[in-house]
T-cell receptor
Framework: KAGVTQTPRYLIKTRGQQVTLSCSPI?????VSWYQQTPGQGLQFLFE???????NKGNFPGRFSGRQFSNSRSEMNVSTLELGDSALYLC????????????FGQGTRLTVV | GQQLNQSPQSMFIQEGEDVSMNCTSS?????WLWYKQEPGEGPVLLIA?????ELTSNGRLTAQFGITRKDSFLNISASIPSDVGIYFC????????????FGEGTQLTVNP
């Protein structure tokens, strides 16, 4: 069974631009969560989607947004990129939004220059 | 910010030695998860714990869910070079859906 797929793997963007990252969860999983990983802050929760609805949101500015489609695939968008947005963005897939295991993709490495 | 205190931050051990790391929190969690992350990859789930006091093994790995629900530990026995990586604990609260709170990670180095 295929794992969590994130695209693209690597991305370089310029300050002020916007970016869209994609995540396809494990087949049958309906919950997708996004995390930002940086050396200084570690793994920080961005948001969680279940049944096309945002269920939880972390402490990030409104420039960070996301959505989930009817096939459970999810995208996150970052507008007006800042240098500090450079990070590994990880997507986690869960069966549902209750007490279940979370499986991560390989991540998208975003570099803002 | 993060609410889980993970220790130690790093460990340098010889192949064959046992390793122990732990996570503590001021909050109660109803699920504890342990992950391993290698360079350039996402975290890989090692063990999931769902009940206070639960002790679960996965090969040479053993993890326990603390009775107070505010802590968890991970042991690795007879370490081998491929155990190298960063180990993270993660907790989920009953009311937080799929949201995980992570520890700062333990960087493990195994010398052959």
């Amino acid at each position: 069974k295929a794992g969590v797929t994130q695209t693209p793997r690597y991305l370089i963007k310029t300050r002020g631009q916007q970016v869209t990252l994609s995540c396809s969860p494990i087949s049958g999983h309906r919950s997708v969560s996004w995390y930002q990983q940086t050396p200084g802050q570690g793994l920080q929760f961005l948001f969680e989607y279940f049944s096309e609805t945002q269920r939880n949101k972390g402490n990030f500015p409104g420039r960070f947004s996301g959505r989930q489609f009817s096939n459970s695939r999810s995208e996150m968008n970052v507008s007006t990129l800042e240098l500090g947005d450079s990070a590994l963005y990880l997507c986690a897939s869960s069966l549902d939004n209750t007490n279940t295991e979370a499986f991560f993709g390989q991540g998208t490495r975003l570099t803002v220059v | 910010g993060q609410q889980l205190n993970q220790s130690p931050q790093s460990m340098f051990i010889q192949e064959g030695e046992d390793v122990s790391m732990n996570c503590t929190s001021s909050s109660i969690f109803n699920t504890w998860l342990w992950y391993k992350q290698e360079p350039g990859e996402g975290p890989v789930l090692l063990i999931a714990l769902y009940k206070a006091g639960e002790l679960t093994s996965n090969g040479r790995l053993t993890a326990q869910f603390g009775i107070t629900r505010k802590d968890s530990f991970l042991n690795i026995s007879a370490s081998i070079p491929s155990d190298v990586g960063i180990y993270f604990c993660a907790g989920r609260k009953e009311t937080s859906g799929s949201r995980l709170t992570f520890g700062e990670g333990t960087q493990l180095t195994v010398n052959p």
